[in-house]
């Protein structure tokens, strides 16, 4: 089992987010017309504003399904969730409330949030096919033991990527359109499935 408390010392666990918080920065860069993270544009200033509407109508919409909710109801250890987000995230936006939507099963787990580009020395050692992509989700126990990761999206909407970067025929912007089409259709069912399979074998390795 992996141990990485090197990651994560006081000084990133102190600079973290709750959801709240981190909802009620997102509301302050829409407000301010900005983004997080160094790069500022107006493309990731109105990626951003998308991202928080996407986001708060997911906080009020978004199920759980009873074979997942019944898996974490089971944790018997407290542990953290920490995500790696960026508020211009489009798979951040779609995938964060459905994970904590699940974390709220089970007072034990306690969702935190990262800034990537605050966090590189975290990033870097959680990267997808040598890039910072995001979220990333890694749960650790009370002593900072990996418990699993996840991220950076599910695994048809990667393929979905993958394939797009091997054929680009199209803009980009005509692609993220395309990607949050696959959310909508998918409703969070592959992502809480990814979940459940982790958690699962989580549990079979205790």
């Known amino acids: 089992m992996k141990n990485i408390a090197h990651l994560l010392p006081e000084s990133v666990r102190n600079g973290a987010y709750t959801y709240s ?18 790069k500022q544009s107006e493309e990731l200033s109105h990626y951003t ?11 009020k919409k978004v199920t759980v399904s009873d074979s997942l909710k019944e898996v974490i109801e089971q944790i018997d250890i407290p542990q953290t969730w920490y995500i790696l987000t960026e508020a211009w995230c489009g798979d951040a936006a779609q995938n964060i409330p459905p994970i904590v939507a699940a974390s709220l099963a089970n007072p034990l787990i306690t969702v935190k949030l990262l800034l990537r580009d605050e966090n590189l020395d975290l990033m870097g050692a959680y990267l997808t096919n040598g890039g910072k ?15 699993f990761t996840w991220g950076p999206r599910p695994a048809g909407a990667q393929m979905l990527l993958r394939e797009y970067k091997a054929n ?35 549990a079979v390795d205790k």
């Not at 504003?49 to 906080?59: E, F, G, P, S």
């Open 133 to 147: 992509s995001i979220p990333k989700l890694i749960a650790v126990d009370e002593d900072f033991n990996e418990l």
């Open 168 to 202: 680009p025929v199209k803009p980009y912007s005509e692609f993220a359109e395309d990607i949050q089409r696959w959310y909508i259709a998918d409703k969070n069912e592959s992502l809480h499935r990814e979940l459940q399979e982790l958690l699962e074998a989580v």
């Open 49 to 59: 504003k998308l991202n928080l509407a996407r986001m708060q109508r997911l906080n």
């Open 21 to 38: 918080g981190y909802m009620q920065l997102m509301e302050q860069v829409v407000l301010e017309n900005r983004t997080t993270g160094p």
